[in-house]
């Protein structure tokens, strides 16, 4: 089945700066990526996704980059704010079921004001 | 995005006994899945709810310890049975495959479950 590895678990940064986390993927059939942002006892929330017919998307502060011959993507968080403290998960799945997915073990994002 | 309705929210259960989940969608929605949540930890998927048919659990997962029902496209359960306190977690329903949400998934706000 599907793997998903997730870097690094911990991350800290100063507000302002830029956060960058990684993920790598096992199964070549994946084509539905995935970032999740949870805060400490609520529900994770789609922040942002991309598939594998696109290699980057941006929202705002959020960027995905995709490379599919490598099996990685990433997500960057440029702007850190206080705000963006939480914990992120990165995840993959294959087909339409974006709802079946394999999450990454997931990031501790602190920003320090 | 639809609003998806988990309940109970939290529940203190004894060793042995059973709960049931209940998630509740506002919109008909293709697909409904369960995943667990360990403390610190990732989800973990249990199994795909399949409206009017059994079912399909991964690995390490078996109906008789996680019955599910889907009785509609808004609506269904997950029981832990027989609980331990190994079984203490949260546990998460997801949709997708809606109107609005299309092929992206969502989550209920979960139900942490703590057995003692």
């Known amino acids: 089945g599907e793997n998903v590895e997730q870097h690094p678990s911990t991350l800290s940064v100063q507000e302002g700066d830029s956060a960058v986390i990684k993920c790598t993927y096992s199964?070549?059939?994946?084509?539905?990526f995935p970032w999740y942002k949870q805060e400490l006892g609520k529900r994770p929330q789609l922040i942002i996704d991309?598939?594998?017919?696109?290699g980057e998307k941006k929202d705002q502060r959020i960027a995905v980059t995709l490379n599919k011959t490598a099996k990685h993507f990433s997500l960057h968080i440029t702007e850190t704010q206080p705000e963006d403290s939480a914990v992120y998960f990165c995840?993959?799945?294959?087909?339409?079921?974006?709802?079946?997915?394999?999450f990454g073990d997931g990031t501790t994002l602190t920003v320090k004001p | 995005s639809a609003v998806i309705s988990q309940k109970p929210s939290r529940d203190i259960c004894q060793r042995g006994t059973s709960l049931t989940i209940q998630c509740q969608v506002d919109s008909q929605v293709t697909m409904m899945f369960w995943y667990r949540q360990q403390p610190g930890q990732s989800l973990t998927l249990i199994a795909t709810?399949?409206?009017?048919?059994?079912?399909?659990?991964e690995s390490g997962f078996v109906i008789d310890k996680f019955p599910i029902s889907r009785p509609n496209l808004t609506f269904s359960t997950l029981t832990v049975s027989n609980m331990s306190p190994e079984d203490s977690s949260i546990y998460l329903c997801s949709v997708s495959g809606g109107k609005a949400e299309g092929t992206e998934a969502f989550f209920g706000q979960g139900t942490r479950l703590t057995v003692v």
């Open positions: 199964d070549s059939a994946s084509n539905y």
């Open positions: 709810a399949n409206q009017g048919s059994e079912a399909t659990y």
């Open positions: 991309i598939r594998s017919n696109v």
């Open positions: 995840a993959a799945s294959k087909g339409t079921n974006a709802g079946k997915s394999t």
